[in-house]
Every structure is written in structure tokens, then in C-alpha cells.
């Protein structure tokens, strides 16, 4: 077929064009899925308008971080579901200057005054509507600090430069994408949304009418917040007029977060965790979040098999990765909890322990969730979320995720502030043995305590290849996270696949409990048919995670953003 083609083509191109086109990047022009390709630097993330300031800044000699900064605040104006002032995340930062990676925890704490018990009621039961949609289910807010952190260590511009932007997005407004129009209509967010009267005011009309794609979203009082930080910093959010307002919803309406909270609020400063995966040097997010972890523990053990014969999306390769899931998720619930708080074992990503954990699976048999147990790793010894990606001209990358926690958060808006708060505490486990919103279930490594930072599952990630960074990448999707990130990266270490097609093929999912098999569509009837017979018990997903993806090689940047969420979007300066 190859052969046929190039027939073809060499009929009507000269084989001295050819040459000459040799110094362009190299990509598969058969391919059904193009990335977007640049030498100048490249923004992705998960509305494009938000991707186009990062990019200004860029061409304006920003660096990756200043970019990172700006797309950020962006998202918050743009992206209300997943980007955030009022939420947290991390930010893996590559400095092509100093070769080093590092790791900037940025995600929630609890306030001081929450205990354990905080999400049960009178009978000792798990309550949801605590847990996730009042104020208690908040965090105390990282987002601010965290960026502005990584733009007074790493970043070159001033912070004055990079929100100004977002101020003009929130004042003056922005059009409103059919994505965003979709989801502020379906019933359950416009239930939540409109019965919080902040919320109504910022995202609906008057009389809690919806805003049309294509008509103009101004949010006044957010630009009032984001002049606040832009004139005082973020002392404006832990000390300031913000924090006054924080603290007066929190006392009014039955929330923990207290000033003193506010004002103790820190970033950590983290050393990635590492890996290795034929030939390739994984960097990712270590505990706050379970992400880079368990990215590279079940890389460790999926070494061992033939991924890459067996092929994409055949039944043999799903089933090995159901089965190296289910045990890095038994491993998760046991095991991971706030570093600070709890001595998460090093050794879940030795090689020598997933070879340990590769002993009881059958290349054939599926094993019940209910024979898969927390493995024994060697201890420690010592020492609706939205992701971006940029890689600029100097070298540098940042992959960045954070999030409210659900899509929009809580759903409660602190009134004045235009900002939705955060419902990460939903993120700890309340109860062993009770799920929490994703299903995860959690141990005294997670349990809730004071000051402690609820465990995630974000796993911003960069990937390097003869030590240079490779992949820059990350995704929205809750528990789904990990694996979502973990099967980009096989597309493109394992399959061959361009950063395109890697972000775009279908995706599945499992997580030891509950036990089900999520599938994306396109596997095909008689991939899925084959599960079945194995015991697996499918459950059809329309989409999981939002991957948005740079790929770096030979001169230049490939980039990729997801369709499962429209409106993201690729930009170069
Ligand atoms: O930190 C976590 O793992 C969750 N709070 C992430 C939530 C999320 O990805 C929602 N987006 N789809």
C-alpha cells in the first residue's frame, strides 16, 4: 500500500524536491491525525484563547513559567469549570539552564480545624452533600500562591505583566464557547450553580437565564479580584480585601477556612519522582499526588510485557493493562497519603517490586478485584481539573494541572470575588471503605487531618529522551487521571504514534474497585467481545480525560490537544 503510494507520488514529485523538503520536520502526511507543529514554542491547554496568551508572552521573550503564569490566570476567566483562582494544582517546571527538574505543590490544605470525622453524620455515615457541596468542602486555596511562587523563582517578567490579560478577559469579557454555553445549561451544574446567588450572578443572566455560544461573558467582580492581586500580589488573596471576603462567606455560611489558615497557606517545593521505561526518563508528581507514582510503577511493570507485539487496543494488551491497574490502585489506597503527613513507601516504584507484582498476573486470566490486594513495597527509606503544557524557544517546559475538584467546584462562588471555591476536601477519604466522588477509596494515609493536603490524582508529567525533555504532558479526569497519561505515553514510547493520534486513540480504564472495565468507543465489537469472555465487566465511557500534549523532536514542537473537550486549542507565537 506504502509502496503503491510512493509510485504515485514520485510520479509527480522529483525525488531532488523530496530532498529538499528532507529539512523539514519529519511526520507522517498519511496520517489521519496531525499535531500542530513550531520551532518558535508552543501553548496547549484546554480553550484556545487562554493558549493564545501564553503565547503572547512567549513572543514577547517571556519564558515557559511566564507563560505558565499568564494561561493560567486565563483559565481562570475562560475556563471557570477547571481553571482557578479558588482551587490548587502542581506544575512540573523543566530549566533548561540549570537541567533540572522541580516540582511545585501548589494543591490545597486543610484548614487547621478539620479532624477526621469531618464528612460523617449523626450515624456515622459518609454525608456527600457535606463532603462536596458546601463550604466545609473546601481547601485553602493554592492557586495564587503557587503561581506567583513559580514566577518569582523561575519566571522572568513581572506579575503585573502576566495578569494583565486575564483582567481584560474578565472585564471586558470574552465570547462565550459552545462547550461552555453546553455545560452551564445541563441540569445539574445549573441547579447547583444557580442556587448559590454568586454563582448565579457570575455565570448566568438575570432571571438565571443562560448565556448563548457566541454572546459576550463579562465577570466584574472577578476582575475585581484579579486587580486586587495584580496591585498587592497575593497577599491580597491570604492577608487582604480577598481574604476578608473569604473569611467573612466561610464564617457566615459554616466553612473552616479562617484567616490565620489563609495566612499560613505554603507552597512545596518537591523533588519529582523518577523512572525509567526502555530507554526513556519519566519525571513526574510526587505525593501530594499519587500521579507520577503510580505512572511510574505501572510502567515498571508493564516493561515486562510485549505491549508493542500484541498490539493497540487488542484484548491481550487491555487485559495486561486492566490487570497492571487494579494493582497500582489496591497500592493507592493503602499507601498514599500527603508526604508530609504520612511516609509514602519509596518502594512502590522500585523495578524489583513491580517484578514482585508481575508474578500473579496470567497473560490469559483475569484477576477478581477482589484477589488483588496492596502489595508489600520496601518502606521509605529517606528521604474538573484542566492541564497545560508549554515549551518555549530557550529549552524550558512546564506541564501544568489544577483544578476545583469537580467541574466548577463546590459550585459556591464567594460573593464579591466572582471566584468559585474549591471542593477538594472530597479528595480525602472519609470513611475506609466508603468511595469517595471518583470511587476511590482511601486509608489512614489519606485521612483527614489539619493542615494536611487531600491526596490527588494529577500527574503533570514530562518525559525525557537522551535527557532532553521529550513529552511535556498532563489531563483532567479524576482517578481516570493516571491512566489517561499512562496510555498517551505508551502511544508514543510503545505504539510509535504521533503526539496526535496518541492523544486522540481511544482509552480504557480500570481501578480495582469498583470492578469495571471503562472503555471508550472505538476498541471495536470484537476487542470488547473478547473482554467479555475473560470475565470482564465492560462499562462504555463517552470520553475520559482531556490530555494536552507537546512533543519535542528534531528541531521542533509537535502539539496536540484533545478533541473530548472542544474549544482547546494549540498556539505559537
Ligand atoms: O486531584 C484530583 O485527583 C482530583 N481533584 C481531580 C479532579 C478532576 O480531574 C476533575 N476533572 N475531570
Known amino acids: ?68 503564569v499568564a494561561t493560567a490566570l486565563a483559565l481562570a476567566v475562560v475556563l471557570p469549570r477547571a481553571g482557578n483562582l479558588g ?70 517578567m513581572s506579575w503585573k505583566e502576566v495578569i494583565a490579560p486575564s483582567i481584560l478577559l474578565a472585564e471586558k469579557g470574552f465570547v462565550v464557547p459552545h462547550d461552555l454555553a453546553n455545560t452551564l445549561s445541563f441540569s445539574t451544574y445549573r441547579k447547583r450553580l444557580t442556587s448559590n446567588p454568586a454563582a448565579a450572578k ?31 500580589g497575593p497577599d491580597a488573596f491570604y492577608k487582604g480585601a480577598i481574604a476578608k471576603k473569604i473569611v467573612k462567606e466561610m464564617k457566615k455560611n459554616g466553612g473552616l477556612i479562617t484567616a490565620d489558615d489563609l495566612e499560613n497557606y505554603v507552597v512545596a517545593e518537591r523533588v519529582p519522582v523518577k523512572g525509567t521505561y526502555k530507554g526513556f526518563d519519566i519525571v513526574s508528581m510526587p505525593p501530594s499526588s499519587s500521579g507520577g507514582i503510580h505512572l511510574i510503577q505501572m510502567l515498571n511493570m508493564l516493561e515486562s510485557y510485549s505491549i508493542k507485539e500484541m498490539g493497540f487496543g487488542s484484548a491481550d494488551t487491555i487485559h495486561i493493562l486492566a490487570e497492571v491497574m487494579k494493582r497500582a490502585y489496591a497500592d493507592r489506597s493503602k499507601y498514599l497519603g500527603d508526604s508530609d503527613f504520612y511516609n509514602v513507601p519509596s518502594g512502590l516504584i522500585s523495578k524489583e517490586y513491580a517484578k514482585e507484582l508481575n508474578k500473579n498476573i496470567s497473560l490469559k486470566n483475569r484477576t477478581p478485584s477482589n484477589q488483588v490486594y496492596a502489595g508489600n513495597p520496601l518502606p521509605y527509606e529517606s528521604p474538573d481539573t484542566t492541564h497545560f503544557s508549554i515549551m ?25 470575588t466572582g471566584m468559585l471555591i474549591n471542593n477538594e476536601m472530597d479528595d480525602f477519604s472519609s470513611k475506609p471503605g466508603t468511595p469517595n466522588g471518583y470511587g476511590l477509596l482511601g486509608s489512614e494515609a489519606n485521612s483527614i487531618e489539619g493542615n494536611k493536603r487531600p491526596l490527588s490524582s494529577m500527574t503533570p ?68 467481545a473478547l473482554l467479555e ?33 472542544p474549544s482547546a486549542g494549540v498556539v505559537s507565537p
Open 1 to 68: 500500500m506504502f509502496k503503491i503510494f510512493f509510485i504515485f507520488l514520485s510520479s509527480f514529485v522529483s525525488f531532488s524536491t523530496l530532498a529538499a523538503e528532507s529539512s523539514f520536520p519529519i511526520i507522517d502526511y498519511q496520517s489521519i491525525h496531525h499535531p500542530h507543529i513550531s520551532n518558535t514554542g508552543m501553548v496547549v491547554s484546554q480553550r484556545k484563547v487562554a493558549s493564545q496568551v501564553g503565547s503572547d508572552i512567549l513572543g514577547k521573550g517571556g519564558n515557559a513559567v511566564d507563560a505558565a
Open 87 to 156: 482551587g490548587g494544582g502542581f506544575m512540573m517546571v523543566y530549566l533548561e539552564s540549570l537541567d533540572k527538574t522541580i516540582a511545585i505543590d501548589y494543591r490545597e490544605k486543610a484548614p487547621a480545624a478539620a479532624h477526621r470525622d469531618l464528612f460523617l453524620d449523626e450515624n456515622g455515615n459518609y454525608d456527600k452533600q457535606k463532603a462536596q457541596f458546601s463550604l466545609l468542602s473546601a481547601g485553602v486555596p493554592g492557586s495564587v500562591a503557587g503561581l506567583y511562587y513559580a514566577l518569582t523563582k523561575y519566571g522572568t
Open 202 to 232: 457570575s455565570f448566568y443572566k438575570k432571571n438565571k437565564d443562560l448565556y448563548s455560544a457566541g454572546e459576550i461573558l463579562r465577570q466584574p467582580d472577578l476582575a475585581w479580584t484579579l486587580k486586587q492581586l495584580s496591585k498587592h
Open 392 to 416: 518555549d524557544s530557550f529549552g524550558n517546559a512546564v506541564a501544568n494541572t489544577y483544578t476545583l475538584n469537580f467541574s466548577y467546584g463546590s459550585g459556591i462562588v464567594i460573593p464579591g
Open 461 to 528: 508529567t514530562i518525559i525525557f529522551k537522551d535527557k532532553k525533555p521529550y513529552l511535556v504532558f498532563g489531563s483532567p479526569g479524576g482517578s481516570r487521571i493516571i491512566t489517561t497519561v499512562l496510555q498517551v505515553a505508551l502511544n508514543v514510547m510503545t505504539h510509535g504514534m504521533n503526539i496526535a493520534q496518541a492523544v486522540n486513540s481511544p482509552r480504557i480504564h480500570h481501578q480495582w474497585l469498583p470492578e469495571v472495565l471503562m472503555i471508550e468507543e472505538g476498541f471495536g465489537a470484537d476487542t470488547e
Open 533 to 565: 469472555q475473560r470475565g470482564y465487566r465492560l462499562y462504555p465511557s463517552r470520553t475520559m480525560g482531556s490530555v494536552q500534549a507537546i512533543l519535542n523532536k528534531d528541531g521542533y514542537f509537535y502539539g496536540a490537544a484533545d478533541p473530548r473537550r
